[in-house]
Every structure is written in structure tokens, then in C-alpha cells.
């Protein structure tokens, strides 16, 4: 599945093609944060292998409230399947969004600390949602944010940034 999100100034307007040939379009009116949520969204349940969070959901076949199909052909029984998908995932997705709340948080008060401090107060953080993370993964996804968060602020209104969602997950 590829994800593409345009930023513009009143919100991001996201292109999603997925493996099964159906493009999906919405908009996310966030424009206080740097990357998008949804961004943030992808990269943390990217880099944790989590087929089970927004994306991992959509690249399955679910529809989210606000999602419009712009191109492709749903399958027999598409909003049930997603209904489904929706339902069986609620605890993960439930998961992602305190990841994603987390690092998103993380990133807005970042003040350059030093990694270990960084990584200890973000499992710190976890932890008090309920959730944990070794402190391997969280240097991952949070070196992976900042390079989103370099290549999304290096965008002009106007311009798009392209990311994969893999289609095979690792664990």
C-alpha cells in the first residue's frame, strides 16, 4: 500500500493506493502538528510491525469514517469486511493511538535531550498509558520520526510526501 499526504494550508489531504487496486482519499485537518498524526500513525505502527493499527487496518480493506473511495473496485461485502476488520482490531487500535498520542507529544516538546533521558522519559511515558516498549524500539521509531519530521517540514504547501506501507509484516 502507498500512502501519500499533500500538505496544503487549510488541511493534509491523504491519497491512499492499496494492494487490492482501490485508492482512498481523506483529509486530515491537522495542521498544528509537524509530522501530521496520521504520519506519526504510520511510522510508529510501521516500525513496530503492527498489522493491527489505522494503516495496518486500512491496507486490509477497512474504511474509515471520512475515507471516500476514488478509484478501484471494492470487493462483494466491503463495508462489512471493514466493519469486521474495525471491530476485531479495536483493542490494537486502540494501542496505536496511545503509541502515536505518545511520540507525537514527545516530538512537539522536543528539546534536543540526549537519547538515553529521551528514550527513558518516553518509556516513562508508556508506561503510564499502560504500555511498554523496549528501549531498543523506541530509539527505532523515534529516529525514524525525526527523518519524517525533517522530509515532511521540507515540503512547500502544494507538495507531497510518498510512504510505503509493506504489505509482508515482520513481528
Known amino acids: 500500500m502507498q500512502v501519500?499526504?499533500?500538505?496544503?494550508?487549510?488541511?493534509h489531504e491523504i491519497a491512499v493506493q492499496r494492494a487490492d487496486g482501490v485508492a482512498l482519499a481523506l483529509r486530515s485537518p491537522d495542521r498544528k502538528f509537524s509530522p501530521p498524526h496520521d504520519l506519526?500513525?504510520?511510522v510508529v505502527e510501521r516500525a513496530l510491525g503492527l498489522d493491527g493499527g489505522f494503516w495496518g487496518c486500512v491496507a486490509k480493506g477497512a474504511k474509515?469514517?471520512?475515507?471516500?473511495v476514488t478509484a478501484g473496485r471494492q470487493r462483494p461485502q466491503a463495508e462489512a469486511r471493514s466493519q469486521t476488520l474495525i471491530k476485531e482490531n479495536k483493542v490494537r487500535l486502540?494501542?496505536?493511538e496511545v503509541f502515536a498520542g505518545v511520540f507525537?507529544?514527545?516530538l512537539l516538546e522536543d528539546g534536543g535531550e540526549a537519547e538515553p533521558k529521551r528514550n527513558q522519559r518516553l518509556r516513562r511515558a508508556l508506561a503510564a498509558r499502560g504500555r511498554k516498549l523496549t528501549t531498543e524500539a523506541?530509539?527505532?521509531?523515534?529516529?525514524?520520526?525525526i527523518e519524517m519530521r525533517r522530509r515532511w517540514e521540507g515540503l512547500a504547501e502544494g507538495e507531497s510526501l510518498r510512504v510505503d506501507w509493506p504489505e509482508k509484516r515482520r513481528r
Open 4 to 11: 501519500e499526504i499533500r500538505k496544503t494550508s487549510r488541511w
Open 64 to 68: 474509515f469514517p471520512g475515507m471516500e
Open 40 to 42: 506519526v500513525h504510520l
Open 94 to 96: 486502540n494501542e496505536t
Open 138 to 145: 523506541v530509539a527505532i521509531i523515534w529516529k525514524d520520526l
Open 104 to 106: 507525537q507529544e514527545a
